[in-house]
T-cell receptor, first 119, second 111 residues
Framework: GAVVSQHPSRVICKSGTSVKIECRSL??????MFWYRQFPKQSLMLMAT?????????EQGVEKDKFLINHASLTLSTLTVTSAHPEDSSFYIC???????????????FGPGTRLLVL | GESVGLHLPTLSVQEGDNSIINCAYSNSASDYFIWYKQESGKGPQFIID?????DKRQGQRVTVLLNKTVKHLSLQIAATQPGDSAVYFCAETNYGQNFVFGPGTRLSVLP
C-alpha cells in the first residue's frame, strides 16, 4: 500500500517551454501532496504544499507563477514548470499524505521522482 | 532558522557489521521524526518513524533512537547488507507542519 507514482520519470525540453509533471497516489486518497526539488548530492527542498481543492502554499523563494500546482482530486496533483530554463533542471519529487492516517501519522509517501533537463 | 543536520555526511561499513547514522535536530517543538532511504535516481523510501513521546522504536533490522535531551536522532541498521547502500535522510515535523529534511548521509557497504 501507499504507492505514489510520477509521470514522466525523465523529461528533456528546450528552454522556454513548459513541462507538466503528474503525481498520483495509487491506492489511497491524499489530503495533502507536497512537491520537492533535489539538486545532485543535496537534500530535498520543499517547494510547495497542495491541498485538494485549494490553492497551493509555496515556500519562501519559490515563484508560484513559474511553478504552477494543481490538485484537482484526492489522487492527483500536477506541477507545471512554465518557461523552463536550464537552472530549472533538477530532480522533482512529489509526496502524499494518506487521508486515512492524517490524524494519526504524518508520514509522507514519496514518488519515484522526475528528472528534468532543460537545454 | 531551525534545521535538521547530520554529524556524518558519509559512512562506510563492512558487510555484516552494524551501521549507526546520526542526526541532530534543533526544533524542540518537533514531535515526529522519520528516517528515509534514497537510492540513486529514486524517491525517498520510508524506513521507520518515531514520536517524541518515545525514545526507541524497532523495525526489521532497523532501530531508531531519540534523545530529546540533546536533540539527537539515530538510525541503527543491524547486519548491514549491500542493498542498504543509499543516502539516508532524517526528517522532522511539528504536528505535520514544517516537514524538514536533514542534509543526508551516504552509507557505503564494503564487501
Amino acid at each position: 500500500g501507499a504507492v505514489v507514482s510520477q509521470h514522466p520519470s525523465r523529461v528533456i525540453c528546450k528552454s522556454g517551454t513548459s513541462v507538466k509533471i503528474e503525481c498520483r497516489s495509487l491506492d489511497f486518497q491524499a489530503t495533502t501532496m507536497f512537491w520537492y526539488r533535489q539538486f545532485p548530492k543535496q537534500s530535498l527542498m520543499l517547494m510547495a504544499t497542495s491541498n485538494e481543492g485549494s490553492k497551493a502554499t509555496y515556500e519562501q523563494g519559490v515563484e508560484k507563477d513559474k511553478f504552477l500546482i494543481n490538485h484537482a482530486s484526492l489522487t492527483l496533483s500536477t506541477l507545471t514548470v512554465t518557461s523552463a530554463h536550464p537552472e530549472d533542471s533538477s530532480f522533482y519529487i512529489c509526496s502524499a499524505r494518506d487521508r486515512r492516517l492524517h490524524l494519526v501519522r504524518e508520514t509522507q509517501y514519496f514518488g519515484p521522482g522526475t528528472r528534468l533537463l532543460v537545454l | 532558522g531551525e534545521s535538521v543536520g547530520l554529524h556524518l555526511p558519509t559512512l562506510s561499513v563492512q558487510e555484516g557489521d552494524n551501521s549507526i547514522i546520526n542526526c541532530a535536530y534543533s526544533n524542540s517543538a518537533s514531535d515526529y521524526f522519520i528516517w528515509y532511504k534514497q537510492e540513486s535516481g529514486k524517491g525517498p523510501q520510508f524506513i521507520i518513524d518515531i514520536r517524541s513521546n518515545m525514545d526507541k522504536r524497532q523495525g526489521q533490522r532497523v532501530t531508531v533512537l531519540l534523545n530529546k535531551t540533546v536533540k539527537h536522532l539515530s538510525l541503527q541498521i543491524a547486519a548491514t547488507q549491500p542493498g542498504d547502500s543509499a543516502v539516508y535522510f532524517c526528517a522532522e515535523t511539528n504536528y505535520g507542519q514544517n516537514f524538514v529534511f536533514g542534509p543526508g548521509t551516504r552509507l557505503s557497504v564494503l564487501p
